[in-house]
């Protein structure tokens, strides 16, 4: 079972691995990527003149969640389902910009930490070194399992709000 499916108060593993980071990353990547897609879907059904558009298939899910939130009622054929959009919008937002920090980050993956369940994020700092050309690994924030399982349920709650908003206008 993957740890991010576990129920509340299962027992979870005394020791973990580098997998079970792979499948949780992994699973973040798949769920971002649908979420995406449901935005895309979200933004051609709801506004009225969807080939006014930016062109979507290279927006950001960012910029998508930006462009729902500066739609008015008058450019959309639902402005009800608009309203509860916008409801939502902080939420969406707060939840995207963790892609970034899960995605694209690099983790440093020590056994010893791994087994307790802790990834390290890290940044590269340039010119530290005595001729200025030295690259420096600098930790910034270990991180625990939980928190990726905690941003798995987060995505699951925003790409189910979007599909439902999405079969809504079908």
Known sequence: MSLSAQAPGENLPLRYTSEDFFMV?????????TWDLFATLLLLRLMSSPSSATRLSD?????????????GPEEVVDPSLLGE????????????EMRNRFIHDQWLFDAVNVEKGIITRHSLRTGLGVDGRGVLLEPAAPSHISEFDE???????CQKVFFG???QLE
């Open 151 to 157: 941003l798995v349920g987060k995505l699951g709650e």
């Open 85 to 96: 959009v916008h409801q939502f919008l902080s939420t969406a937002r707060e939840t995207a």
């Open 59 to 71: 927006a950001t899910l960012g910029r998508k969640i930006s462009i729902l939130g500066a739609l």
């Open 165 to 167: 908003w999405v079969k």
């Open 25 to 33: 990353l992994g699973h973040i990547s798949v769920l971002f990527a």
